[in-house]
């Protein structure tokens, strides 16, 4: 079974600044990864995924995250954020041949001006 | 959007009265979920459809019943509601090439009193 880890609960952090939300999976096959963001009272919505290939991969509003295999890490980063970036972000994995995902608890940006 | 509704979008509701919610889609998917969503554990699996009338338990589906009787539609019924049901549930459609990406519905507010 699949598990993910968010190692960041809350990431404060000022406008115009880089950030780095930290994700670690754990799995015995291979897996697909996905970041997702969720504005206040909004649904999820898809940021980037990770299928195969590069493992840099770049998503929507310039946040781009690298699956790292040996240290089963896909973290996310941003240049420099804006204030329209304060949200929750969720990792999630899902195995290959499988159909289900596995949510991380979720890290809480907070951009300050 | 994936076209993906949900209804009601919030309900009040009193502990032990059945609660039935609803996810429609619009995009022909074989694939449909019901996450529930509870702060500081990110997103849980209830229960998952994979065709008509064909569906499976996820991680959380004590006290849950889903049913599919067309494509486009998924249900999640609480049979006697609780107050540790009270929560923000989501609804998913698998997408993308291999279908291994999960879009989500705008989420249901549930309160049970």
Avoid at chain 1, 77 to 98: L, N
Avoid at chain 2, 59 to 87: I, M, P
Wanted: contains cysteine.
């Amino acid at each position: 079974a699949q598990s993910v880890t968010q190692l960041d609960s809350q990431v404060p952090v000022f406008e115009e600044a880089p950030v780095e939300l930290r994700c670690n999976y754990s799995s015995s096959v291979s897996v697909y990864l996905f970041w997702y963001v969720q504005y206040p009272n909004q649904g999820l919505q898809l940021l980037l995924k990770y299928l195969s290939g590069s493992t840099l991969v770049k998503g929507i509003n310039g946040f781009e995250a690298e699956f790292n295999k040996s240290q089963t890490s896909f973290h996310l980063r941003k240049p420099s954020v804006h204030i329209s970036d304060t949200a929750e972000y969720f990792c999630a994995v899902s195995e290959r041949d499988g159909n289900k995902l596995v949510f991380g608890a979720g890290t809480i940006l907070r951009v300050k001006s | 959007d994936a076209g993906i509704t949900q209804s009601p979008r919030h309900k009040v509701t009193e502990t032990g009265t059945p609660v039935t919610l609803r996810c429609h889609q619009t995009e022909n998917h074989r694939y449909m979920y019901w996450y529930r969503q509870d702060p500081g554990h990110g997103l849980r699996l209830i229960h998952y459809s994979y065709g008509v009338k064909d569906t499976d338990k996820g991680e959380v589906s004590d006290g849950y019943s889903v049913s599919r009787s067309k494509t486009e539609d998924f249900l999640l019924t609480l049979e006697s509601a609780t107050s540790s049901q009270t929560s923000v549930y989501f609804c998913a459609i698998s997408g993308g090439r291999k279908g291994e990406t999960q879009y989500f519905g705008p989420g249901t507010r549930l309160l049970v009193l």
